[in-house]
């Protein structure tokens, strides 16, 4: 059993930045893929960025340039920093870790609010 922990959320006008972090309860360097999520009220549940094993990242096209996902395995953590945020951003953000040989483990969440 892995718990997620997430943080770095908050309140911040558009513009502005944040980086939440995701520390895990374990070792993460088996992880295939770390993966951030967030959910707007009302909105589906959207993948936002992923790192794998080795490194690869891949993001949503709304934060392409604008979002870095990162992993530093010796601190068990997955970060996401978040740049020129949008009221658009404004969600619940949750990060998800994905252990071999199949196993799915997620945060709770930290919510993100961007101000006009």
């Known amino acids: 059993q892995v718990h997620l922990v997430e943080s770095g959320g908050g309140l911040v006008q558009a513009g502005g930045s944040l980086r939440l972090s995701c520390a895990a309860s374990?070792?993460?360097?088996?992880?295939?893929?770390m993966t951030w999520y967030r959910q707007a009220p009302g909105k589906q549940r959207e993948l936002v960025a992923s790192?794998?094993?080795?490194?690869?990242?891949n993001y949503v096209d709304s934060v392409k340039g604008r979002f870095t996902i990162s992993r530093d395995n010796a601190k068990n953590t997955v970060y996401l920093q978040m740049n020129s945020l949008k009221p658009e951003d404004t969600a619940l953000y949750y990060c998800?870790?994905?252990?071999?040989?199949?196993?799915?483990?997620w945060g709770q969440g930290t919510q993100v609010t961007v101000s006009s």
């Open positions: 374990g070792s993460i360097f088996s992880a295939n893929l």
């Open positions: 790192v794998t094993r080795f490194g690869s990242t």
């Open positions: 998800r870790i994905s252990l071999p040989p199949g196993y799915d483990y």
